[in-house]
């Protein structure tokens, strides 16, 4: 992903003046910032769903988007979810949305209705759905609503498996939670982008 010179404004109020943003393949990397810093805004521009007043984004193969609210019908059952994805999605199969779930511990709720389902739970599909047709990049809001200890854990390697393929992920929070596990991190404060250091694993 290739972000150059994103501006975006709300009235006179400046939320982004001026993003540049590259993400180079087998990176995980992090955008932080308070409420209200333009987080959101940002993520939903590199995302396609608000187009920048001045700038560019460009992307180099397919992303997958994770929003922080889900985007899961309450009456449909998790398989039935994955098999309207799948024909979005132009999929032969749903074998790699399979092996998502087995590494989640998902694949037994497959027959349950996501009104049922716990908030963790229906994080763990948010992501998978994300996840199913194998992305280039993965853009992430605030992932790790809901999840338990263990279920962070199996998402840290999950990410980890996905750069180790030449994957990209950016995870964009208002914490910098699991900075240690980033190669990149930058800070969102007065409409630019500030790098931070970090130390991965």
Not at 15 to 33: E, F, H, K, M, Q
Not at 67 to 77: D, M
Not at 144 to 153: C, E, S
């Amino acid at each position: 992903m290739d972000v150059r010179d994103v501006h975006h404004t709300y009235g006179t109020r400046r939320v982004l003046r001026g993003i540049d943003l590259s993400l180079r393949p087998g990176t995980l990397a992090g955008v932080v910032g308070e409420n209200g810093a333009g987080k959101s805004t940002l993520l939903k521009i590199l995302a396609g769903e608000l187009r920048p007043q001045r700038g560019q984004v460009h992307y180099g193969g397919r992303f997958g988007y994770c929003p922080q609210h889900l985007v899961l019908n309450q009456a449909l059952t998790v398989r039935q979810h994955l098999e309207y994805f799948r024909v979005a999605y132009g999929l032969a199969t749903l074998g790699h949305a399979e092996r998502i779930m087995d590494v989640l511990r998902l694949s037994d709720y497959g027959d349950e209705r996501v009104s049922v389902l716990s908030g963790g739970t229906k994080q763990k599909l948010n992501l998978t759905l994300a996840l199913m047709h194998d992305p280039d990049l993965l853009l992430l809001d605030e992932p790790y609503q809901g999840f338990d200890w263990d279920t962070h854990q199996r998402f840290w390697s999950l990410a980890a498996g996905l750069r180790e393929r030449g994957r990209s992920v950016l995870v964009v929070s208002h914490l910098a939670y699991d900075a240690e596990r980033l190669d990149e991190l930058r800070h969102l404060d007065g409409g630019l982008l500030h790098s931070r250091t970090t130390a991965p694993v």
